[in-house]
């Protein structure tokens, strides 16, 4: 009887130890980090992008009247042929090798603007060509202001494709000066966007809740024009186009949909040369690009403060992909001008390498801001050299000596897994959020980070998550939930 007690004794103890192993190892199962179901959406959202179509027909501007010597102003020819092209159903506005001075183009519905290999489109400098004024934005604030150099409004299915130059002649003497940076060729006492009827005034405007087709702009007021700007468009499309020397930022799609950005060479090392800023966005897709620019790389946005408010829409589903960042304040950034909020960024397969690139991964925001920006998934990076850190959430960031709000943004679900730093600069990891609204659930997995000065700097982040992460060759351990 006590053989038969004790073998029931030890059945119960090895049950409870596998019980209790297999509990063991659900809790650590548990502490892991699962992102397959946050790709597949990825996955799906790149399925879900509404395509660019065109007609195969061809408007060869040369039959319009263009001259391609540099000099002479093909403006109007290449609007002839534009409003040709859309009158037709739409089809390719042919840009033949060559140099075409140009001022603003508008694109229309239907239209892909077509630089053949060899085609460069020189924009004039006169910011005469940039008028009429048009509902634009700057920094984040709509207003009418010069027309972006390349502008389309309110359009459906349109496109830049080619392996031509987008030549904008940003320098020290055209545009660059009105930064009011002496870097950039300004001189004390010139007029720049610092001034007070500028881009103080214009963000006064928003807060005091002035409509847009009140906030005029343009001449005598300094606020440089976007380079490539879709507003309000739905299906766009921009491919293997090189883009130089842009007056301010060089992408912006803003409060449109479906957009994708394929191959772009983007070479720009002026003031806010941001490479591509999707604001108010849904649906972006940019791949396959290089960045070289005078600021973030890619810095994706939803407006600043009571604007960003007033139009109250996040952008949502931007992916990046396969692309290279050289030079620029950040590789993947969010915001500052965050105000509507993000969710849902993928960043996978990039290379990110520059002495003069400042951060791979980049989330810029403050008290005047607000919004949530969460949900954002980062795999597969090759980083050579930053000059600060890898990874970089900072909801005190100031601009323009802005002082403290009253709108306390949040930060949260942040995966970041695979990736390899080979000189992270001051810091692997840097971190600060508030007290009453801490940095939530960031996580890394499988991240080796060599060459950081300090490990990490962090305040008020709650849920850090670290598996399999090294930094200076030392594993590094979730800190304990306090």
């Not at 103890?13 to 992102?35: P, Y």
């Amino acid at each position: 009887m006590s053989s038969l007690r004790k073998k029931f004794k030890t059945k119960n103890i090895i049950k409870f130890l596998l019980v209790a192993l297999f509990i063991s190892t659900t809790a650590n199962a548990q502490k892991d980090l699962d992102t397959k179901k946050y790709w597949k959406q990825k996955e799906a959202i790149v399925c879900g992008i509404k395509k660019t179509n065109f007609h195969a027909k061809k408007y060869n501007i040369i039959k319009y009247g263009a001259i391609s010597n540099g000099i002479f102003d093909n403006t109007l020819v290449i609007k002839k042929a534009i409003e040709a092209c859309t009158k037709n159903g739409g089809g390719m506005v042919l840009i033949p090798k060559g140099k075409y001075l140009s001022g603003a183009i508008h694109l229309e519905n239907n239209v892909n603007l077509h630089l053949e290999e060899g085609a460069e489109i020189i924009f004039s400098v006169n910011p005469k060509d940039y008028l009429p004024l048009v509902h634009t934005s700057f920094e984040g604030t709509e207003l009418m202001n010069y027309s972006p150099l390349v502008y389309a409004y309110k359009k459906t299915n349109v496109a830049i494709t080619g392996k031509g130059i987008l030549n904008g002649q940003g320098s020290n003497k055209n545009w660059w000066p009105w930064s009011s940076g002496s870097q950039y060729g300004f001189v004390k006492g010139a007029p720049s966007q610092k001034d007070p009827e500028n881009r103080i005034r214009l963000v006064e405007m928003a807060e005091e809740g002035l409509p847009v087709d009140k906030r005029v702009f343009g001449e005598g007021h300094y606020l440089r024009p976007s380079f490539v700007e879709f507003f309000e468009c739905n299906k766009v499309l921009i491919q293997d186009v090189t883009i130089t020397n842009a007056p301010f930022w060089v992408i912006h799609p803003i409060k449109s949909t479906n957009v994708i950005v394929d191959g772009v060479t983007v070479q720009s090392h002026g003031p806010n040369n941001d490479g591509c800023d999707p604001e108010y966005s849904k649906n972006v897709l940019i791949k396959n690009c290089t960045f070289n620019t005078g600021d973030d790389c890619i810095a994706i946005k939803s407006g600043r403060d009571a604007d960003g408010r007033r139009v109250a829409m996040k952008s949502e589903n931007i992916i990046v992909q396969d692309c290279k960042m050289i030079d620029g304040h950040g590789g993947v950034v969010i915001g500052s001008e965050i105000s509507g909020g993000v969710s849902n960024v993928y960043v996978e397969n990039c290379v990110m390498d520059s002495p003069n690139l400042e951060r791979a991964i980049r989330i810029k925001t403050n008290s005047n801001r607000g919004g949530l920006i969460e949900n954002v998934y980062v795999r597969n990076l090759e980083v050579g050299q930053v000059k600060e850190t890898l990874l970089k959430l900072n909801m005190f960031y100031e601009v323009y000596g802005a002082k403290p709000g009253t709108f306390i943004p949040q930060i949260q679900n942040i995966y970041l897994e695979n990736i390899k730093v080979k000189n992270a600069g001051k810091f692997g990891i840097l971190a600060k959020g508030y007290a009453e609204s801490p940095i939530k659930n960031v996580n890394l997995k499988n991240v080796v980070i060599e060459k950081a000065d300090k490990e990490y700097s962090i305040e008020n982040l709650t849920g850090l998550n670290l598996i399999e992460t090294y930094i200076n060759g030392k594993k590094i351990e979730s800190p304990k939930a306090e």
